[in-house]
């Protein structure tokens, strides 16, 4: 058995939920926050069976798209110089896969 934990961004998320429920696997969805750019990603944790894992990353392959955005940073705080919001363009999005092993595992 796998625990697959999948850092997702939010815009992704429900679309790759549903299909993941379509192909019998269940999911849990936890809403969290990338750290770099503040932007919502989804951590979604799901226990598979070895022999599913190679349709799982499919699966979240297919479903996780790369994108760039714009965004707005604060320079770092330097004596005698202005705070001017600087923008940058990120390509954010895909997947951060995890693959742990499970030795035990009980549902009650």
């Known amino acids: 058995m796998k625990l697959i934990i999948a850092i997702v961004q939010d815009e992704d998320s429900d679309n790759l939920v549903k299909i993941l429920n379509k192909n019998d696997f269940k999911v849990t969805k936890i809403s969290s926050t990338g750290g770099f750019l503040k932007s919502g990603n989804v ?3 799901s226990g598979i069976e070895d022999e599913e894992k190679d349709r799982f990353m499919e699966i979240l ?3 996780s798209r790369t994108r760039e955005v714009k965004r707005t940073i604060q320079p770092i705080n330097i004596p005698g110089q202005a705070m001017i919001p ?3 363009t990120v390509k954010v999005g895909g997947a951060t896969i995890f693959v742990i092993d499970v030795f ?3 549902k009650f």
Do not use: Q
Request: charged share 35%; net charge negative; no cysteine.
């Open 104 to 106: 035990d595992f009980k």
């Open 86 to 88: 600087v923008p940058i």
């Open 61 to 63: 392959e297919e479903n």
């Open 43 to 45: 951590t979604l944790l």
